[in-house]
């Protein structure tokens, strides 16, 4: 595998399922990211990783809950979501630098779906 | 908050010239970035401008006046496979980007 993967790439859930999506980066990155990109909307960062550890939550409800067990992994946790909660969920990985981060490495995404 | 701008669509002509602006007024500015996504697919980079100038690579070109808070991506010779999103996206610190909501263009033969 390389560059960043993203699993499931297509979700159908109800409303008081649980799911989790997963990422992996292949690309020695130090830093991941949770992005929602709804249709004719700009991509919404969700959640910023950097060392494994959290430091960006943009407000996002509860029902979304992230983990990062090590620097290539990150998990989306999902519980009882919302129609409106369904998107491309968006995952990329950079290499922050002390001069600032290099491009960001998006995944393929997975595509949501509440019901 | 951060103010992204830039068209939400275009239409131009296989072998012709496309020129994408985008304005931002953002908190802060560490370099802008120009991603492309087709259709069902994952954003992909395309350039970075920290400094006002031109940067070219290959058929892709991109500005930046950071005074005016302004850039453009061009695109020259197009192709068909260049139809896609064009999404330009402002670091305003080390790492965390924000995204404009993208410009469609569509290139017709």
């Known amino acids: 595998e390389t560059g960043v993967t993203q699993t499931p790439r297509h979700l159908v859930m109800g409303m008081t399922n649980k799911k989790s999506l997963k990422c992996e980066q292949h690309?020695?990155?130090?830093?991941m990211y949770w992005y929602k990109q709804s249709a004719k909307k700009p991509l919404e960062l969700m959640f910023v990783?950097?060392?494994?550890?959290?430091?960006e939550n943009n407000s996002v409800p509860s029902r979304f809950s992230p983990e990062c067990p090590n620097s290539s992994h990150l998990f989306l946790h999902l519980h009882t979501l919302q129609p409106e909660d369904s998107a491309l969920y968006l995952c990329?990985?950079?290499?922050?630098?002390?001069?600032?981060?290099?491009?960001?490495?998006f995944g393929p995404g997975t595509r949501l779906t509440v019901l | 908050g951060q103010n992204i701008d830039q068209p939400t669509e275009m239409t131009a002509t296989e072998g012709a010239i496309v020129q994408i602006n985008c304005t931002y007024q953002t908190s802060g500015f560490n370099g802008l970035f120009w991603y492309q996504q087709h259709a069902g697919e994952a954003p992909t980079f395309l350039s970075y401008?920290?400094?006002?100038g031109l940067e070219e690579k290959g058929r892709f070109s991109s500005f930046l006046s950071r005074s005016k808070g302004y850039s453009y991506l061009l695109l020259k010779e197009l192709q068909m496979k260049d139809s896609a999103s064009y999404l330009c996206a402002v670091r305003d610190g080390d790492y965390k980007l924000s995204f404009g909501a993208g410009t469609t263009v569509t290139v017709r033969a």
């Open positions: 401008n920290v400094l006002d």
């Open positions: 690309l020695g990155h130090n830093a």
């Open positions: 990329a990985s950079s290499q922050v630098l002390a001069s600032g981060s290099d491009e960001q490495f």
């Open positions: 990783y950097n060392f494994k550890e959290q430091t």
